[in-house]
């Protein structure tokens, strides 16, 4: 997959410019969840029938992290842009345009995007969800799109998907990740929530700390968790803890205890990688520990 990076100094023209016309999905795709890959697979359906490339457009900001929407301090990603371009090629997409979400970018009328960033990528065929907006206010659908075009353009609209009669969306799965529902968000994402980062080799009470890749990703509220985790080559199913050091505080911290993989380089800064499975409940604990404690008690009674 081809990933092509779009800001208003580099606007689109021939050099970046698909040579045979495209079939174009649209959407932030954060967490690319099952609704984004049923927009990503019409699209996909689509460009297989006429023998076009695949290509996806997506953001590397949320507009409220530019604008300061609301409560922007609490706003949280699912995905990083590294671990989203992943997904969309796991998609078997073609091409990838990632565009500079700025205030300048989001000022654009309608017309402009759809010259510069439909017409101008050589897109025939647009493919977006129900409610994706485009252009200055963030209020034109996508139906209006193909009369901007001057008719160039077909537009294919794809209704909501939904779950347990809601439906599947970003924010809803980002409550569910910053609740602690692990199991239901990896449901409705069609794959395991994932937090990268790097594990510092310092201990505190007999667990690691992993430096997460990116602080603005939502994590899972204080407890533990089970997840398969990846070190330097490495992988175990093992607890995973989770931290909140203050009230408030939205930086949790991550813990893990390293002391479960063996033969790991004693060096900073290795690479973790973890797939959150599910929430480990307290009862949960307690049953494992009085089991612990019923073993030691066994042992001692042998000796």
Not at 94 to 115: N, S
Request: with cysteine; net charge positive; aromatic share 8%.
């Amino acid at each position: 997959m081809k990933v092509i990076y779009l800001n208003q100094n580099a606007q689109p023209n021939q050099t970046i410019a698909s040579a045979k016309p495209i079939v174009l999905a649209l959407g932030f795709f954060d967490g690319v969840h099952k609704g984004h890959q049923k927009v990503i697979g019409t699209a996909r359906r689509i460009a297989r029938e006429k023998r076009y490339p695949l290509a996806v457009m997506t953001f590397n900001r949320h507009a409220s992290r530019v604008f300061h929407h609301g409560d922007v301090d609490g706003f949280r990603y699912l995905t990083t842009l590294k671990q989203k371009i992943e997904l969309v090629q796991a998609t078997q997409a073609d091409i990838l345009y990632v565009i500079d979400f700025t205030k300048q970018f989001a000022a654009l009328p309608p017309e402009t995007f759809v010259q510069r960033y439909v017409l101008g990528l050589n897109a025939k065929v647009v493919v977006a969800g129900f409610d994706y907006t485009f252009g200055k206010g963030g209020t034109t659908t996508i139906d209006a799109l193909s009369k901007m075009s001057g008719g160039k353009v077909k537009t294919v609209t794809v209704h909501k998907l939904t779950s347990g009669q809601q439906k599947i969306s970003s924010t809803r799965i980002r409550h569910l990740v910053r609740d602690g529902d692990i199991f239901e968000a990896n449901q409705l994402l069609g794959h395991p929530y994932e937090t990268t980062g790097k594990l510092i080799h310092a201990e505190t009470n007999g667990l690691s700390i992993v430096n997460p890749s990116s602080r603005l990703q939502q994590l899972p509220k204080s407890g533990r968790y089970q997840c398969e985790v990846r070190i330097a080559g490495s992988t175990a199913e093992i607890p995973v803890k989770v931290e909140y050091p203050g009230d408030g505080d939205q930086s949790g911290v991550i813990y893990i205890d390293r002391r479960r993989f063996q033969n790991l380089p004693h060096i900073n800064s290795l690479p973790v990688k973890i797939e959150w499975q599910k929430q480990v409940r307290p009862q949960m604990i307690a049953r494992e520990q009085l089991s612990l404690n019923n073993q030691k008690s066994v042992t001692q009674a042998t000796y």
